[in-house]
């Protein structure tokens, strides 16, 4: 059972000494009277938020009808007409989209049909032995050489190269991560500790290889496990990325990160001649070459595919400071269709996007009552965040407001369900960002609370120590990093995560109904208050 805790302040805020960012619990004050009174226009408007009218948009939203709601899908498109539908029902306005409430995105899936390395009889295999971004690499027929030229490091440049002397055009090269270090361990090119630009940022050596005419580069990867692991969802299957990209060049040699176990096949016998090479380049700071005789080919086909998704925004006119606006966001799409198996995502992010409508609805009937936002809302569901967070990065570069007039973003991923620590007490949710652009917000948040919600605010993930890093993982960040203050809404993960198990049977509604209440009281505040809040804070 938790503990009651009662404070007059009805706050625990907790800093370390070293952290800049709350990271601590908010408990609210079990004895506190919370404001009720429906005189009071953000309390009557945010009680027609019920668990009732979310469970009825849940019901559809996360349907198997909508196949998991995949960007670029039949799924997704009918979730797009729904809230579009929503929209217009309500009489929520359009600002300005040519057609209707979408903003239309263009995305490219990139994947690969034939992808594999042979050397002499042996097969190795893609996700195994080595790894290629089809995104990053283009379609090419078989690559075949009799030969592979260990070229050290990559690296071209006035202190130290690679190339000098060396015609690698239409070959293949090997080569390992990082650059040439001294005995104590600082580097031949910038003469220090510090690495530079040719260890942090691999597309440097890629593009001198494709300037140098290399037809493949080999990248040596000590763990390929791990960059699966970091990379799956650009790996296990198709890439998306904005724009149309069939028609662009790709500007960097193609290239596959291969296991030890490739590179040492490719060796054979010359292992003392590369790891002599190698340590001359530390040592001495210069190049040396080896020539690798080894029968290699590598298959390199992929498909791309464009197709069109849709951001989905309406929007509240405000009255006397209409031309600020504050965004209310969720991201609408989810994992799909494996097989047969749909991937409903009732919580991730059905609950985020049934809680804008909800908001949408409570602050277009307050407008009709004559108690219209002073500021402009819009609500903005995106698609394309499962592949990267691309719907909200391509509004925040497209933006239908404008960005400096943009006072906030209140951002909604995740609010249906309880998490493990808190088993017990389903009144909770996690705030990350409130205080990281704007003091003002996490004020405001905590005031807004405090009167009306009596919910415990966890910012366990708004530390910078967070391993999760999910201030980085939703929406809001596309917005924070341009520099509007945003505060992201989330109930942590759960065993359901990105899985066919994410069902609706398994909401909260009235805990769902709580939170949305919350975030009402807080988008009201921010919408009418004097003046806009203050940045404060640094972008990271």
């Known amino acids: 059972m938790i503990k009651k805790i009662f404070l007059f302040a009805c706050i625990i805020s907790f800093y370390s000494a070293e952290a800049q960012y709350v990271s601590g619990v908010s408990v609210p004050d079990s004895n506190a009277i919370l404001t009720t009174d429906e005189s009071n226009p953000s309390v009557k408007y945010a009680n027609t938020i019920t668990a009732e009218d979310m469970k009825n948009h849940l019901t559809v939203i996360a349907s198997d009808e909508f196949q998991g709601r995949e960007t670029g899908t039949k799924g997704n498109n009918l979730a797009a007409d729904y809230i579009s539908n929503f929209f217009r029902s309500i009489g929520i306005k359009n600002k300005g989209i040519e057609k209707g409430y979408r903003q239309y995105v263009a995305f490219t899936f990139s994947k690969w049909t034939d992808i594999d390395i042979f050397i002499g009889e042996t097969r190795y295999k893609h996700l195994w032995d080595f790894l290629a971004f089809p995104d990053k690499n283009e379609s090419m027929p078989a690559i075949t050489a009799g030969e592979v030229i260990y070229l050290g490091y990559g690296i071209d440049d006035d202190k130290y190269s690679d190339y000098k002397k060396n015609d690698v055009a239409g070959k293949v090269i090997m080569i390992n991560k990082g650059e040439p270090l001294k005995k104590d361990s600082t580097s031949w090119l910038t003469g220090t500790s510090e690495m530079s630009d040719w260890t942090t940022d691999i597309n440097k050596k890629l593009e001198v290889a494709k300037k140098n005419g290399v037809k493949l580069v080999l990248i040596i990867e000590d763990d390929i496990k791990k960059m699966l692991g970091e990379n799956r969802r650009k790996l296990l299957g198709s890439v998306l990325s904005l724009g ?280 009201w505040e921010i919408a009418n208050r004097e003046d806009r809040l203050v940045v404060d804070g640094v972008i990271r």
């Not at 086909?301 to 989905?312: D, F, H, Q, Y």
């Not at 209140?410 to 088993?423: A, C, F, L, P, S």
């Not at 807004?448 to 939703?474: C, I, V």
């Open 244 to 523: 149309d990209l069939t028609k662009e060049k790709i500007t960097i040699a193609n290239h596959a990160y291969i296991s030890s176990t490739i590179a040492k096949e490719i060796i054979g016998e010359k292992t003392k001649k590369v790891i002599k090479s190698r340590k001359r380049s530390n040592k001495k700071g210069k190049a040396c070459d080896v020539k690798l005789t080894t029968p290699f080919v590598m298959n390199m086909n992929k498909e791309a595919t464009v197709l069109n998704g849709s951001n989905i925004l309406g929007y509240i006119e405000g009255t006397d400071k209409k031309d600020e606006v504050v965004i209310v966001s969720a991201h609408y799409d989810h994992l799909g269709m494996r097989g047969d198996d749909i991937y409903n995502g009732a919580d991730d992010n059905g609950s985020g996007t049934t809680t804008v409508l909800e908001l949408a609805e409570a602050f277009r009937l307050a407008e009709s009552a004559g108690f219209g936002p002073r500021r402009s809302v819009a609500f903005l569901l995106v698609t394309g965040e499962e592949k990267g967070l691309l719907g909200s990065e391509y509004y925040s570069e497209n933006p239908i407001f404008d960005l400096k007039k943009t006072v906030a973003d209140v951002n909604i991923d995740m609010v249906g369900r309880v998490d493990e620590k808190y088993t017990n007490n389903p009144n909770y949710i996690y705030v990350i960002g409130s205080d990281r652009l704007s003091t003002d917000l996490h004020k405001l948040n905590e005031a807004a609370n405090k009167k009306y919600a009596g919910l415990t605010l966890d910012y366990t993930y708004n530390s910078e120590e967070d391993p999760n890093r999910f201030y980085f993982r939703s929406d809001h960040y596309n917005f924070a990093k341009k520099g509007v203050p945003a505060i992201f809404f989330f109930n942590g993960v759960h065993a359901d995560y990105h899985k066919t198990t994410d069902t609706i049977d398994k909401i909260n509604f009235e805990k769902m109904a709580k939170v949305g209440r919350l975030i009402f009281h807080t988008t």
